[in-house]
T-cell receptor
Framework: GNSVTQMEGPVTLSEEAFLTINCTYTATGYPSLFWYVQYPGEGLQLLLK?????DKGSNKGFEATYRKETTSFHLEKGSVQVSDSAVYFC???????????FGEGTQLTVNP | DTAVSQTPKYLVTQMGNDKSIKCEQN?????MYWYKQDSKKFLKIMFSYNNKELIINETVPNRFSPKSPDKAHLNLHINSLELGDSAVYFC??????????????FGPGTRLTVL
């Protein structure tokens, strides 16, 4: 079956620190990969996506590269801000259906 | 100009009651979803409707019944509420293309507390 595994949280960083949240996946086809972000008290928002191998998704200073050889899609940001505090979800989607498969979510807290 | 809206935002009720959560999207999308998020933030799909037809029905107790009166609405009715139903329920919508992914837009969530 299809699955997404994220690094365990919670993650606590100081402002301006470098962020990596690991994500690996298992899929029976060629998935599209996504990072969603959930700010406190809100629904999920799409942060970035990559639809094929070696694509790099980027948005708001966050980046992730679709690595087919390692089946990974790690999220990175060079300098986090307090406003980046949220829960981050890695997800995959297969073109054969409309289902999004989410990882467990990683809580990020950035302290000033 | 809210894209995906849910009502109510908070719902507190007693065990055994029946309740409904409503969802509406004004994006013109043809597919809508219900997700359940537990206290550990784990997100799991429950149902998906495409053009008012049920296309995903996960292993969910049959006390949960989705209803889609039209493409813009997907309501969730829950019978005989149990303590374990306490969670945040998210509605989402997307426009499904031919083999292409289109972004899912999420509502703000409904926090259900069963006492």
């Amino acid at each position: 079956g299809n699955s997404v595994t994220q690094m365990e949280g919670p993650v606590t960083l100081s402002e301006e620190a470098f962020l990596t949240i690991n994500c690996t996946y298992t899929a029976t086809g060629y998935p599209s990969l996504f990072w969603y972000v959930q700010y406190p008290g809100e629904g999920l928002q799409l942060l970035l996506k990559a639809t094929k191998a070696d694509d790099k998704g980027s948005n708001k200073g966050f980046e992730a590269t679709y690595r087919k050889e390692t089946t990974s899609f790690h999220l990175e940001k060079g300098s986090v801000q307090v406003s980046d505090s949220a829960v981050y979800f890695c997800a995959l989607h297969l073109t054969s259906g409309s289902r999004l498969t989410f990882g467990e979510g990683t809580q990020l807290t950035v302290n000033p | 100009d809210t894209a995906v809206s849910q009502t109510p935002k908070y719902l507190v009720t007693q065990m055994g009651n029946d309740k409904s959560i409503k969802c509406e999207q004004n994006l013109g999308h043809d597919t809508m979803y219900w997700y359940k998020q537990d206290s550990k933030k784990f997100l799991k799909i429950m149902f998906s409707y495409n053009n008012k037809e049920l296309i995903i029905n996960e292993t969910v107790p049959n006390r949960f019944s989705p209803k889609s009166p039209d493409k813009a609405h997907l309501n969730l009715h829950i019978n005989s509420l149990e303590l374990g139903d306490s969670a945040v329920y998210f509605c989402a919508s997307s426009q499904e293309g031919r083999g292409r992914y289109n972004e899912q837009f999420f509502g703000p969530g409904t926090r259900l507390t069963v006492l």
